[in-house]
């Protein structure tokens, strides 16, 4: 079980004076003016669940100072990796205590101070689903108003002499005016004898204990090849670990878990590709290897490879992945592919199928109608190189059979169609289906498209890029393209986009953003930000304060 300790203060939002934030909960009270301080899940995912992430390679007592602003309050915290322990003698708690205690008051072994323990709440576990016990709290603080609900330890009264008739005056410190029972005065306590019987409150060190197992760290990275998403909404990225750039290809769950990890593919992170298959398969290509790897989405493990071979005089029209730009596994399990600008078709054993004439089996011709067309060929020559002009999507119509490569971006939709863009200056996006038939053909209004498009089952599609002002959007197109949506916006103009390149979407809506560098953002299906990886916040902060910057010098 892993141990982190929090300190957090802030000021009260009404009267201005510093509240210590003492306890993992929602709402805290200010002693001085008695105001409910409430404090945001947001607020909360900030401070322990990304800090957790950030500290989980931390030593054992190595710690942290930082500050976040949110809304209307600043918060100063120290955070750190450290044995929970007693806050007076600093004694570490057994861990075997935890082993059997359920919730309440633990008394210190060394000085009997008492420390409360409590198992999370249903508020905690929606933030930290993995925290198995809160340590140090400061329990008063979880009560539904100022009084604290523990009983002060200096429970004896102090004696005073009123000063109108020179009576004794029992004081507890309960309440700063006292009334003589002796001449009925009022008598307000001077700050020394007040503060003596209150002090200030300081800001106490509390510690959350987490599940280690259930916190497996994603893998860190710099360079993104490309990014898939499955039919469970699983994600799956190809990228380079370490600091000799080596090859991961790794899948992770919506909740930013980590699933599987392969670490001993010999491959080269540029210029590689996935794809992930209607059967539970994942495809991995590099357009410098003729063969395609097969992995299973499951656990990563492997399934098979499609050897890729040149071309022969025996065979003329071999499988080959060498020079491929662009590669989906189509609705019919078919691996659809631009290889050195040249659609083709395989089954998934690596023989050729019939470019666009549908059939429903292996070995089975298409019919008299698909065969009047080009699409119906299955022997297509694959080009030696990509050296020869192809034009973009503006150009192409019904069932093409080349295309630039080189900017082209594929996908298959959840509603199985073919979606298909480039990222010319003039840049379309075309919906196709499994037929080879242009359904529609839009320009595309976003330019600096890295991503491959992505459909939900509707049919509406989705682009990330940056817009004339250089501004990041994810938009929609619906109506068969005709509507477009802004969905998300760019952090200038109030949403959480900053510098995001690559995108996936997951059948119930789900969408995780992505750039090199360890950036990555998911999104809840009524986009609610979720999770925001320490580098990604970093780039919105660093891109507002240039804004800020810029603007302060203009004036």
């Known amino acids: 079980m892993d141990s982190y300790c929090f300190e957090v203060k802030t000021n009260c939002g009404s009267c201005g004076n510093p509240i210590p934030i003492n306890a993992f909960t929602e709402n805290i009270y200010c002693e001085k003016c008695g105001k409910e301080n409430k404090i945001s ?16 390679d931390f030593s054992e007592g190595e710690g942290q100072n930082s500050k976040i602003i949110t809304g209307s309050y600043e918060f100063t915290i120290l955070y750190g990796k450290q044995k929970a322990r007693c806050g007076k003698c600093k004694t570490t708690i057994p861990e075997e205590v935890f082993n059997t205690f359920e919730e309440g008051h633990y008394k210190c072994a060394k000085c009997n101070n008492i420390i409360f323990i409590r198992k999370p709440s249903e508020f905690i576990k929606n933030i930290v689903p993995s925290a198995m016990f809160i340590a140090g709290e400061e329990e008063g603080q979880l009560g539904s108003g100022v009084k604290d609900t523990i009983k002060k330890d200096n429970t004896k009264p102090v004696i005073f002499t009123c000063p109108s008739c020179a009576a004794n005056l029992e004081v507890d410190g309960s309440e700063r005016i006292v009334t003589c029972k002796s001449c009925d005065s009022k008598v307000y306590l001077p700050d020394d004898l007040w503060f003596s019987l209150n002090p200030a409150k300081t800001v106490n060190r509390w510690y959350v204990m987490i599940d280690e197992k259930s916190e497996i760290k994603l893998p860190d990275f710099y360079s993104l090849a490309d990014v898939a998403a499955d039919n469970d909404g699983n994600m799956y990225v ?8 080596k090859f991961i290809l790794w899948s992770f769950s919506p909740d930013a878990k980590l699933r599987w990890a392969r670490k001993d593919i010999n491959f080269e992170v540029d210029d590689s590709g996935i794809a992930v298959t209607g059967n539970g398969k994942l495809y991995l290509w590099n357009k410098n290897k003729k063969s395609l790897l097969v992995y299973s989405c499951k656990d990563g493990s492997d399934v098979t490879t499609i050897k890729g071979s040149d071309p022969t005089d025996e065979n003329p029209y071999p499988f080959t992945m060498k020079g491929c730009e662009a590669l989906i596994s189509d609705s019919d399990n078919t ?23 549908t059939v429903s089996e292996k070995g089975e011709k298409p019919g008299f109608f698909s065969k009047l067309f080009e699409g119906a060929k299955t022997e297509i020559k694959i080009p030696s190189d990509d050296s020869e002009w192809a034009p973009g999507v503006k150009e192409i119509g019904n069932h093409p059979a080349r295309a630039d490569g080189s900017l082209i ?14 990222n010319h200056s003039e840049s379309y996006l075309a919906k196709y289906n499994r037929s080879g038939v242009q359904d529609w053909k839009r320009e595309n209004i976003l330019k600096n498209v890295e991503c491959k498009p992505f459909a939900d089952k509707d049919g509406n599609v989705y682009l990330l890029g940056t817009d004339e002002d250089d501004k990041t959007k994810l938009i929609r197109y619906s109506d068969n393209g005709h509507h477009i949506d802004t969905i998300l916006n760019d952090v200038l103009e109030g949403g959480v986009l900053s510098t995001d390149s690559h995108f996936t979407l997951s059948p119930d809506g789900t969408i995780c953003t992505y750039k090199y560098y360890d950036f990555l953002k998911i999104f809840t299906p009524d986009l609610k930000l979720v999770y925001e990886s320490k580098q990604s916040k970093e780039e919105g902060r660093k891109k507002i304060e240039e804004k800020n910057k810029k603007i302060a010098a203009e004036e």
């Open 41 to 56: 899940s947001d607020f909360w995912n900030s401070l322990i669940t990304d800090n957790i992430k950030d500290i989980s």
């Open 238 to 245: 190809v990228s380079d670990y370490g600091d000799d750039d």
């Open 335 to 357: 691996i659809l592919a631009v290889v050195n600008n040249a659609f083709v078709r395989f089954y998934d054993d690596g023989s050729r199928a019939p470019l666009w004439g």
């Open 409 to 422: 971006k594929m996908n298959l939709g959840y509603d199985g169609n073919v979606y298909i863009m480039d």
